[in-house]
């Protein structure tokens, strides 16, 4: 009897840096579409600029606390 | 008068013609009347290209394969290895037919896009024709491929864990007052997938394409010999790059739809 074990061709000790390879894009998509949320609350209550900085903050900070979670849950 | 003629010259010349797509003909079905573009007709020739070219390279199952089926066979292993199997794990074979019919799609599509099938018609029968055209230089049609992708990876994720676990996964744990925000931004992310994908492969057709109608415009132009041999030595040398970027664009779709797919299936967070 060999002791070789087959290698179980579904587990990959390959590094899982390819996951983030569309982050960047995903992450200003977001923005862009928060500040133009903003930007069209700003010309509805002529409130500029200040639901346009709201939602640029709220999601550049919001994406950022997404990134340290998945990260750390690694 | 020589810049006024000049500016004359590539207003005539617009470089982003060759993109834009063209109605060929009309397609009747009962009392609906469908106008087929050249794009739409790319489409259904890189489809029926498959359909022929694919079963030829695996109608003799052959242990040591040659040739086009050795080419065939190792494109197929390197996507479901080293693209699909790292990570989707033992869902691999569930998906590797959906991510090789998405590679083989779009590298025809955009193979074809390099091949003046317009121009080789006109030389041969004399006529004016549109039959040719880079189908994913259309943003509805890189759309529609990104859109497939996003159907693919959120029903496949919802069999998989079931709904109510599907959105509950949707967001890492966070605190709950942080819910709703986390929640809405994950929300808009996926959607902002398919369009990066949509986005990224259409831009990158198009300023290659582009590229190239505007080297062939400084030909017209210049009207000058050395400025003409420029201009086809920089042709050539964009068309291999357009050739390169033919497969890293079917390849980039392809590897971001498979992890896509992954998001959805496995718990990410």
Same mark, same amino acid.
């Given at each position: 009897?060999?002791?070789?074990?087959?290698?179980?061709?579904?587990?990959?000790?390959?590094?899982?840096?390819?996951?983030? +390879?569309? !982050?960047? @894009?995903? &992450?200003? *998509?977001?923005?862009? =579409?928060?500040?133009?949320?903003?930007?069209?609350?700003?010309?509805?209550?002529?409130?500029?600029?200040?639901?346009?900085? +709201?939602? !640029?903050? @709220?999601? &550049?900070? *919001?994406?950022?606390? =997404?990134?340290?979670?998945?990260?750390?849950?690694? | 008068?020589?810049?006024?003629?000049?500016?004359?010259?590539?207003?005539?010349?617009?470089?982003?013609?060759?993109?834009?797509?063209?109605?060929?003909?009309?397609?009747?079905?009962?009392?609906?009347?469908?106008?087929?573009?050249?794009?739409?007709?790319?489409?259904?020739?890189?489809?029926?290209?498959?359909?022929?070219?694919?079963?030829?390279?695996?109608?003799?199952?052959?242990?040591?394969?040659?040739?086009?089926?050795?080419?065939?066979?190792?494109?197929?292993?390197?996507?479901?290895?080293?693209?699909?199997?790292?990570?989707?794990?033992?869902?691999?074979?569930?998906?590797?037919?959906?991510?090789?019919?998405?590679?083989?799609?779009?590298?025809?599509?955009?193979?074809?896009?390099?091949?003046?099938?317009?121009?080789?018609?006109?030389?041969?029968?004399?006529?004016?024709?549109?039959?040719?055209?880079?189908?994913?230089?259309?943003?509805?049609?890189?759309?529609?491929?990104?859109?497939?992708?996003?159907?693919?990876?959120?029903?496949?994720?919802?069999?998989?864990?079931?709904?109510?676990?599907?959105?509950?996964?949707?967001?890492?744990?966070?605190?709950?007052?942080?819910?709703?925000?986390?929640?809405?931004?994950?929300?808009?992310?996926?959607?902002?997938?398919?369009?990066?994908?949509?986005?990224?492969?259409?831009?990158?057709?198009?300023?290659?394409?582009?590229?190239?109608?505007?080297?062939?415009?400084?030909?017209?132009?210049?009207?000058?010999?050395?400025?003409?041999?420029?201009?086809?030595?920089?042709?050539?040398?964009?068309?291999?790059?357009?050739?390169?970027?033919?497969?890293?664009?079917?390849?980039?779709?392809?590897?971001?739809?498979?992890?896509?797919?992954?998001?959805?299936?496995?718990?990410?967070?």
């Amino acid at each position: 009897m060999s002791d070789n074990k087959v290698p179980d061709r579904d587990s990959s000790d390959k590094p899982d840096y390819l996951k983030w +390879a569309s !982050f960047g @894009l995903e &992450f200003g *998509g977001v923005i862009t =579409i928060f500040c133009y949320i903003g930007f069209q609350i700003d010309a509805a209550l002529n409130s500029s600029p200040w639901f346009l900085l +709201a939602g !640029f903050f @709220l999601s &550049f900070i *919001g994406m950022l606390y =997404i990134l340290y979670k998945q990260t750390k849950n690694k | 008068m020589t810049i006024y003629l000049n500016n004359f010259v590539v207003s005539q010349f617009d470089p982003l013609r060759p993109l834009i797509p063209v109605k060929l003909f009309d397609l009747k079905f009962g009392d609906y009347t469908v106008g087929v573009s050249n794009h739409m007709f790319m489409i259904a020739a890189a489809g029926v290209l498959l359909l022929f070219l694919l079963p030829l390279a695996t109608r003799k199952k052959r242990l040591a394969p040659k040739g086009f089926q050795n080419l065939i066979e190792s494109i197929c292993v390197f996507l479901r290895e080293e693209v699909a199997r790292p990570a989707l794990h033992e869902n691999t074979d569930r998906f590797i037919s959906f991510i090789w019919t998405m590679f083989f799609f779009i590298l025809t599509l955009n193979l074809l896009a390099l091949v003046p099938s317009d121009s080789i018609i006109y030389l041969v029968t004399g006529k004016k024709n549109h039959f040719g055209g880079p189908a994913t230089a259309n943003i509805w049609i890189t759309g529609g491929l990104a859109i497939t992708t996003f159907f693919v990876s959120h029903i496949a994720g919802i069999k998989k864990q079931g709904i109510k676990n599907y959105i509950v996964n949707f967001i890492p744990p966070v605190p709950w007052p942080l819910i709703p925000l986390i929640f809405f931004l994950e929300l808009i992310t996926a959607f902002v997938r398919p369009f990066a994908l949509a986005v990224r492969l259409f831009a990158n057709i198009v300023a290659g394409h582009t590229l190239i109608a505007t080297l062939v415009g400084m030909i017209v132009v210049f009207k000058s010999y050395g400025i003409a041999a420029a201009s086809v030595a920089a042709i050539v040398a964009m068309s291999f790059l357009e050739l390169l970027v033919a497969f890293i664009q079917a390849y980039i779709f392809t590897l971001l739809s498979t992890l896509f797919i992954s998001f959805s299936i496995t718990n990410e967070h």
